[in-house]
């Protein structure tokens, strides 16, 4: 993998602005424009259309894993930081049937200063939602639209991959399916297990992401594990989904079906530890009316990473917020 080698990483993070010429981040920073050039192009396509997501909420996604909000204050009052835009996905759906935004997320995430690879406090996620459709469905359109995104980016900079050394494959269909459990038991083989949040370790999510060489789909996350926005398929499962990239690039989406029955949405509240008080006008938008719908949000630095090649997630965003490191 193509890195900027011999660059510490405390200096690409706090003194960007002075490799921004360099012919690598140049590759990389064009590349990441067609990646949102060709995701508007694919969505619209379809029937999608961008709204614009808020920064600072009063309430916020808690489905972050080892994550934790940034509380601040606005006028007085007590807010946090958006750490996803889910909830404004499914409020987005009023507007109309198939929308996404490019949203800005923040969540404190556990500093690592050995690790720049995967990681970031600030990150942006193409955040699709689509009424009327269930999760395969959503399967379907997303692995038709990372087919599309690598085509264009192979046919319009393919001097910034050659830049970069990156020969990337277009990926085949259908993409495999693991169940989590199953996940689990193959990463357990090598001596690998699960994260304070139950979650599968970085290191098991990479050995596994390692083992393939074509994307993959990992399903049916425990519910107690994710966001109560999810739908269940029995009593522990979710009816969700993550896409893994292959070659050791880990995590590239994650999304579900939605629960849209605010007295279920409630009992998966209990079941994740969150406080319904909180979520008050989650409930009235509920009972309002809202369609069945499912989604997915794509790391936009994290598909830039796997595209590109380069090793660290530092290196696919032009002003890196690593966890800890506020930098420019
Ligand atoms: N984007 C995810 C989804 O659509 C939610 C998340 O990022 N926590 O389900």
Redesign the pocket.
């Known amino acids: 993998m193509k890195t900027l080698e011999g660059i510490v990483p405390e200096l690409k993070i706090y003194k960007r602005h002075l490799f921004l010429n360099s012919l690598i981040y140049k590759s990389i920073f064009k590349i990441q424009s067609t990646i949102l050039k060709a995701s508007r192009d694919f969505l619209y396509d379809k029937g999608f259309i961008e709204l614009v997501a808020p920064v600072i909420a009063p309430v916020t ?1 808690p ?2 894993r080892e994550a934790r909000e940034i509380e601040t204050r606005f006028y007085g009052e007590k807010a946090v930081l958006v ?4 909830l404004y ?1 499914l409020a987005g759906l009023k507007i109309h049937d198939k929308i996404f935004y490019v949203a800005p ?1 923040i969540r404190i995430e556990p500093i690592s200063i050995s690790d720049f690879s995967t990681r970031l406090s600030e990150f942006r ?1 193409i ?3 689509a009424a009327y459709t269930d999760r395969e469905g959503l399967i379907s359109l997303s692995e038709e639209f990372l087919i599309y995104i690598i085509d264009k980016v192979k046919k319009e900079r393919k001097e910034e991959l050659d830049m970069l050394s990156r020969d990337i494959k277009i990926p085949k269909r259908p993409f495999r399916r693991i169940r989590f459990d199953d996940a689990v038991e193959i990463a357990s083989e090598e001596g690998y297990g699960l994260d304070s949040s139950g979650e599968l370790s970085k290191e098991a999510e990479k050995y596994i992401s390692m083992i393939h060489n074509e994307p993959f789909w990992i399903i049916d996350y425990p519910a107690k594990i994710r ?1 109560f ?2 739908k269940k398929i029995d009593s522990e499962h979710l009816l ?1 989904m993550d896409l893994i990239y292959p070659e050791g690039f880990g995590e590239a ?4 079906e939605r629960e849209i029955d605010p007295l279920k949405v409630r009992d998966r509240m209990l079941e994740t530890g969150v406080d319904p008080r909180r979520y008050i006008w989650l409930f009235e938008l509920l009972y309002d009316g809202l369609p069945p719908c499912s ?3 794509f790391g936009l630095e994290r598909l830039t990473r796997y595209i590109t090649g380069i090793r660290d997630i530092i290196d696919a965003t032009l002003f890196p917020k690593a966890p800890g490191y506020l930098g420019l």
């Not at 750490?83 to 889910?86: D, F, L, N, Q, Y």
């Not at 989406?253 to 579900?256: D, E, P, T």
């Open positions: 996604d489905g972050i750490t996803s835009a889910i996905k997320n996620q955040d699709i939602e966001g926005y999810y969700d989406a994650s999304g579900g989604g997915i949000g």
